[in-house]
Nanobody
Framework: QLQLVESGGGLVQPGGSLRLSCAAS????????IGWFRQAPGKEREGVSC????????NYQDSVKGRFTISRDNANNTVLLEMNSLKPEDTSVYYC???????????????????WGQGTQVTVSS
């Protein structure tokens, strides 16, 4: 059974950092494109970042460029999202998702993703 589990969320002050992990089980995570999404209360789910299955292509939402970094840890079957310089507007539930797109593609469109984790809460507040 394919499963994704997010971890690493929590409460952090503005300007702080968190590292989110997306651990895959039941399949090799490096076979799939992985995306990170977030959804704040009363708002639509939005794409944050994605990484192709070969790791060679990444995309970021404009609001997180230069602050967030997505990467693969294939040895641990995990995809990471390093978040720095966090702002209150980054407060959301963060989800990771997987889809097969071939080796070089990624997209931050939620509708194309097939497998989803349960989410982890990130709160940025003083």
């Amino acid at each position: 059974q394919l499963q994704l589990v997010e971890s690493g969320g929590g409460l952090v002050q503005p300007g702080g950092s968190l590292r989110l992990s997306c651990a895959a089980s039941g399949f090799p995570v490096n076979y799939y494109t992985i995306g990170w999404f977030r959804q704040a209360p009363g708002k639509e789910r939005e794409g944050v970042s994605c990484i192709s299955s070969n790791g060679g292509r990444t995309n970021y939402q404009d609001s997180v460029k230069g602050r967030f970094t997505i990467s693969r840890d294939n040895a641990n079957n995990t995809v990471l999202l390093e978040m720095n310089s966090l702002k209150p507007e980054d407060t959301s539930v963060y989800y990771c998702a997987a889809v097969y797109m071939g080796p070089v593609h990624c997209a931050t469109v939620a509708d194309v993703y097939k497998y989803w984790g349960q989410g982890t809460q990130v709160t940025v507040s003083s």
